[in-house]
């Protein structure tokens, strides 16, 4: 029987992921929609009166919908003795709750936790369990629904990178799965199997812009609809060709203004 030697399986080319600088100016952005500067906000709070609880750190984790509860568990481990350590059983009665439930929004046992997050955050090992809540929870999980979709521009990734935190991950019709799908719908397809990135991105923009200015989730709808201009940031950089997120991006729309070096 005659053997012949197996052929090199052709992989498929890695798509390119945001450098640091690529990745600063991407978080930049986001601050700045976050929290109205570009230096990120370790130690924000505010109750925003939008189903979610308390608002805190520097990605708008909030006390309703996990993320914040995540980050004092990151940070107790480190530090048990914190001054957010005491919350976590409040956190934890609310994280059982059905993630479309009114009790949401609910602050219950959560008196004193503005003050306690802020003085938290002079704390570095804090500000690093933020860091990693955002990779694990929105950065990573956004970039590989751009490999996914075949995003290779930064500009691109970067906006899903931002429509993430915002939107969130989950499977209700304001999340980022569900742009992505009607984004895709529209498109007819997505640049993974052929359609130009720039035609994608447009119509992912147009989706967003369409949900911002009318959510489906009615305890988010007013504050959403204040927020459009953060679509306008991306549809103004498209414009400019800014698709390498190459310094200094200069953002001027609506409430945002900035040089991002």
């Known amino acids: 029987m005659r053997v012949t030697a197996s052929r090199p399986v052709a992989s498929t080319p890695a798509l390119p992921q945001l450098s640091p600088a690529q990745k600063r100016r991407a978080e930049a952005l986001t601050s700045l929609f976050e929290n109205g500067t570009t230096q990120l906000q370790y130690a924000y709070t505010e109750r925003l009166g939008d189903g979610r609880g308390i608002t805190a750190g520097r990605a708008g984790f909030t006390t309703g919908t996990d993320d914040a509860l995540a980050v004092?568990?990151?940070?107790?481990?480190?530090?048990p003795g914190n001054p957010l350590a005491s919350f976590v059983?409040?956190?934890?009665?609310?994280?059982?709750?059905?993630?479309?439930?009114?009790?949401?929004?609910s602050t219950k046992g959560l008196d004193g936790f503005e003050a306690a997050w802020a003085k938290a955050a002079k704390d570095p090992v804090f500000r690093a369990a933020q860091d990693a809540e955002v990779d694990a929870t929105y950065f990573l999980p956004s970039q590989r629904h751009a490999d996914q979709l075949g995003l290779r521009t930064p500009l691109a990734r970067a906006q899903l990178a931002d429509a993430i935190i915002q939107h969130g991950d989950g499977t209700d019709?304001?999340?980022?799965?569900?742009?992505?799908?009607?984004?895709?719908?529209?498109?007819?397809?997505?640049?993974?199997?052929?359609?130009?990135?720039?035609?994608?991105?447009?119509?992912?923009?147009?989706?967003?812009?369409?949900?911002l200015s009318h959510a489906?989730?009615?305890?988010?709808?007013?504050?959403?609809?204040?927020?459009?201009?953060?679509?306008?940031?991306?549809?103004?950089?498209?414009?400019?060709?800014?698709?390498?997120?190459?310094?200094?991006?200069?953002?001027?729309h609506g409430d945002f203004a900035a040089t991002i070096p």
């Open 89 to 105: 059983p409040a956190l934890e009665a609310i994280s059982r709750l059905p993630d479309d439930s009114a009790g949401r929004a």
């Open 173 to 211: 019709p304001d999340g980022l799965p569900a742009l992505i799908a009607r984004a895709t719908k529209a498109a007819k397809g997505t640049p993974a199997s052929g359609v130009d990135e720039k035609v994608w991105l447009g119509c992912f923009l147009a989706e967003r812009r369409k949900d």
């Open 216 to 252: 489906h989730d009615p305890a988010t709808r007013k504050e959403w609809a204040g927020s459009v201009d953060r679509v306008g940031v991306f549809e103004d950089l498209v414009k400019a060709g800014a698709w390498n997120l190459s310094g200094p991006l200069k953002v001027s």
């Open 72 to 79: 004092i568990r990151r940070y107790t481990k480190q530090v």
